[in-house]
């Protein structure tokens, strides 16, 4: 993507982030461009990539929605990236460079810098780099455009359901990374790809999705949502 369309990309993520659109919501393109500056022409491209990448969908010739959330759509998107992300990260044990496990190391310390801060667009990006890393260190295109795809749709349930992005009181308050279950199992999956056991991150790979997954169980209402 060009200049304008990685920022329309970025910029519309951010706002699904801070709930400005609820699940089932339809995205104008004009109104979207009008509040963040830019030309549609970048807009309709950023969401026709994220359509394809799964966290947004289209109907027909009626534009871009967010996707309605079910208990029984997160369970499969769930299951689905838990099986696909520990295969990567069993391949990604065996196929990691020097240079992978310094890039790990910086996003990792990342991670626990914006978590600390409560800094929830910064995490939530380094959060994707993290997961979509796997993908690239596997060196396996297939299963990372399936990773990836997977990723973005749980990332809705996440978006809208996980307490950490929901808005506190708390919110202006630092955090120990060091009580973060997610910041300690990104570790484990990561430690475990540097000392090249495969078992072991495919294990700590698909236990991290399954506790996302379960944080999150019994909050999304049975029959779906159409706003928060």
Known sequence: MGTAESKAYE??????LSRSFAPGDRLVESEIAQEIG???????S???????EGLLETRGNKGCYIPKLSPKDMNEVFKARAYIEGKLAFEAAYARTDD?????????????????????????????K?????????????????????????ELYIFFFDRFYVPTEADGLL???????????????????EMS???????????????????????????????I
């Open 197 to 227: 056991d495969g078992e072991m991150a495919e294990q700590a790979a698909r236990q991290h999705v399954y506790t996302s997954y379960s944080k999150m169980a019994g909050r999304v209402p049975k029959s779906g949502i159409m706003g």
């Open 11 to 16: 910029m519309i993520v951010g706002m699904i």
């Open 175 to 193: 955090r120990d990374p060091s009580k973060s279950v997610s910041c300690n199992e990104h570790d484990g999956i990561f430690t475990a790809i």
């Open 46 to 52: 950023a969401m026709r990539q994220l359509a394809a």
């Open 100 to 128: 992978d496990i310094s890039t790990m190391k910086q996003l990792l310390a990342e991670d626990k810098l914006y978590y600390s801060e409560r800094r929830h667009k910064e995490y939530a990006e380094v959060n994707k």
């Open 130 to 154: 993290i997961h979509l890393m796997l993908g690239k260190i596997a060196r396996n295109s297939y299963l990372e455009r399936f990773a990836r795809q997977l990723f973005w749709r749980s």
């Open 38 to 44: 830019l030309s549609r022409t970048p807009i309709r």
